[in-house]
């Protein structure tokens, strides 16, 4: 029987359908309210492994650390690593594939959330929502005034998508259909079919494309090439009127920068769902107004978390019936 460990609490869609195939599921329950450490994990396989029950499968979430000394605790047993999340940048893939080990993501069914989010980060900082509300708690209402809290028309501006994927392809389409605006991005490929059904435009160069737009929204992968994709040089290419949105990766961002660019009003404002240093937060940037911070959620809906699920134990167990996952990095 096929033993599964998931090092954090995933919900029950996913746990259903394991348990239903039959296999030995052990939930790592000590990082419910926290990201697992390498130290539990590496224990927890290795303590399998002495006992004559190794672990066939590791199903991560995109808080843990699957580096080399993981995938070599889980050997010569361990067959996939089955990633919950989009992005795979907390796994060495490198190291699991040179070791025979399959990795798996969930892509597609957090396309639409993610992009809702995205927009609904955009709407909010141009619209002042969340200090809107805080200056409504603490009081600070008296009357309506025709200069209270002015924001900024999201219609009919231009937004520049960095990364035409699923999701950067899903944003633009709430952008034009939604709202009307024009779409610049950038991406490593040009899409002459995305181009001719939104009317969006190609900037081959990120440079050039920063001046240009009203908003910014960041959908690109974390890797070596995009860390600090956007610093201070960039900032300083955009309108002072912009506005950054990133519910991508933290580290994308150079957040240091982000906050010298929003206090020294080099750009307007900005909204992120993700952090450099994650879970912590650039202290700068919580003192500061005129950005909204969300915790890492824009997938968080019951039915996409649901889903992501479901797909992680779907690509487990296509891996151990000797069938190719759905969702194979290759």
């Given at each position: 029987m096929p033993k599964i460990f998931i090092t954090r609490p995933i919900p029950e869609a996913g746990l259903k359908i394991l348990h239903d195939k039959g296999y030995e599921v052990v939930v790592n329950e000590a990082a419910l309210e926290r990201a697992a450490t390498q130290e539990e994990m590496i224990a927890v396989l290795q303590q399998a492994q002495g006992e004559g029950k190794p672990f066939d499968a590791l199903l991560s979430v995109l808080t843990d650390q699957i580096t080399v000394e993981v995938i070599d605790a889980g050997l010569p047993t361990l067959k996939v690593i089955a990633n919950y999340a989009v992005g795979f940048d907390n796994v060495d893939v490198g190291a699991a594939k040179q070791k025979g080990v399959m990795v798996t993501n969930t892509p597609g069914v957090l396309t639409d959330t993610v992009a809702e989010h995205t927009f609904a980060l955009v709407l909010s900082i141009a619209h002042r929502i969340a200090e809107a509300d805080r200056f409504s708690r603490a009081d600070k209402y008296k009357a309506w005034g025709p200069e209270l809290l002015l924001g900024t028309d999201v219609s009919g501006k231009t937004l520049g998508?960095?990364?035409?994927?699923?999701?950067?392809?899903?944003?633009?389409?709430?952008?034009?259909?939604?709202?009307?605006?024009?779409?610049?991005?950038?991406?490593?490929?040009?899409?002459?079919?995305?181009?001719?059904?939104?009317?969006?435009?190609?900037?081959?160069?990120?440079?050039?494309?920063?001046?240009?737009?009203?908003?910014?929204?960041?959908?690109?992968?974390?890797?070596?090439?995009?860390?600090?994709?956007?610093?201070?040089?960039?900032?300083?290419?955009?309108?002072?009127?912009?506005?950054?949105?990133?519910?991508?990766?933290?580290?994308?961002?150079?957040?240091?920068?982000?906050?010298?660019?929003l206090k020294n009003g080099v750009i307007r404002g900005a909204a992120i769902d993700v952090f450099e240093y994650e879970p912590e937060i650039t202290p700068e940037l919580k003192k500061l107004e005129n950005i909204i911070l969300t915790p890492h959620i824009a997938s968080a809906t019951r039915e996409t978390r649901n889903k992501m699920a479901e797909l992680a134990a779907t690509n487990i167990i296509e891996a151990l019936e000797g069938r190719t996952p759905p969702n194979l990095i290759k």
């Open positions: 998508v960095l990364g035409l994927g699923r999701i950067g392809s899903r944003v633009a389409y709430h952008a034009v259909k939604g709202f009307g605006m024009k779409v610049l991005y950038y991406d490593p490929k040009q899409n002459p079919d995305f181009e001719k059904e939104y009317g969006a435009v190609y900037v081959s160069n990120v440079d050039e494309l920063l001046p240009q737009c009203d908003f910014v929204s960041i959908h690109v992968p974390l890797l070596d090439s995009t860390r600090h994709f956007i610093n201070e040089e960039r900032f300083k290419k955009m309108k002072p009127s912009a506005y950054l949105i990133n519910t991508s990766r933290g580290p994308i961002v150079d957040e240091k920068a982000l906050a010298a660019a």
